[in-house]
Antibody, heavy 119, light 112 residues
Framework: EVQLVESGGGLVQPGGSLRLSCAASGFTFRNYWMSWVRQAPGKGLEWVANIKEDGSEKYFVDSVRGRFTISRDNAKNSLYLQMNNLRAEDTAEYYC????????????WGQGTLVTVSS | DIVMTQSPDSLAVSLGERATINCRSSQSDLYSSNNKYNVAWYQQKPGQSPKLLIYWASTRESGVPDRFSGSGSGTDFTLTISSLQAEDVAVYYCQQYYSTPYTFGQGTKLEI
């Protein structure tokens, strides 16, 4: 059974940093693109970033480029999102998702971890 | 960025009736290398993560009931629920995965 479990969320002050983790199991992690998608409270879905199977390609939405970094450790079956210089508008539930394949959408999602940016 | 615009924002349908949700993209050539449209539909129930329903605009994900269907071409795509069940109450999102950032529509809230 595919499982994605996010962790690392919490309350952080504006300008602060946080590192999210996603532990994957139930599939061959190194064979899949992975994504982060967020959802502000009561709002819609926003795609944040994704990373190729071997980590050689990474893409970001403009609003986080230069502040967020996506990475993975295939030996540990883990995906990460390093978030720096956080803003109030980054407050959201952050979901880790597996991309179904090349040129395919996300087919499995974690339960999310909440990031709150507030003083 | 490609903008995906859904209509309506909310929809109330009676049990057993048909529900139709529309999605319009700001770009027309959302073709993948296999000449299929890189458009997906997701269902999100309250307090849950999104669930993939449809990809390539019309291919149903494994395990999704056949009352859910997707169609469309060009810039206009549609999710249809042929006979609404109580468990279909949710917010539905379209998404283009043709080019990054993979943008979502604003969501359509489906109620009974």
């Amino acid at each position: 059974e595919v499982q994605l479990v996010e962790s690392g969320g919490g309350l952080v002050q504006p300008g602060g940093s946080l590192r999210l983790s996603c532990a994957a199991s139930g599939f061959t992690f190194r064979n899949y693109w992975m994504s982060w998608v967020r959802q502000a409270p009561g709002k819609g879905l926003e795609w944040v970033a994704n990373i190729k199977e071997d980590g050689s390609e990474k893409y970001f939405v403009d609003s986080v480029r230069g502040r967020f970094t996506i990475s993975r450790d295939n030996a540990k079956n883990s995906l990460y999102l390093q978030m720096n210089n956080l803003r109030a508008e980054d407050t959201a539930e952050y979901y880790c998702a597996r991309d179904k394949g090349l040129e395919l959408p996300s087919d499995y999602w974690g339960q999310g971890t909440l990031v709150t940016v507030s003083s | 960025d490609i903008v995906m615009t859904q209509s309506p924002d909310s929809l109330a349908v009676s049990l057993g009736e048909r529900a139709t949700i529309n999605c319009r993209s700001s770009q027309s050539d959302l073709y993948s290398s296999n000449n299929k449209y890189n458009v997906a539909w997701y269902q999100q129930k309250p307090g849950q993560s999104p669930k993939l329903l449809i990809y390539w605009a019309s291919t149903r994900e494994s395990g999704v009931p056949d009352r859910f269907s997707g169609s469309g071409s060009g810039t206009d795509f549609t999710l249809t629920i042929s006979s609404l069940q109580a468990e279909d109450v949710a917010v539905y999102y379209c998404q283009q995965y043709y080019s990054t950032p993979y943008t979502f529509g604003q969501g359509t809230k489906l109620e009974i």
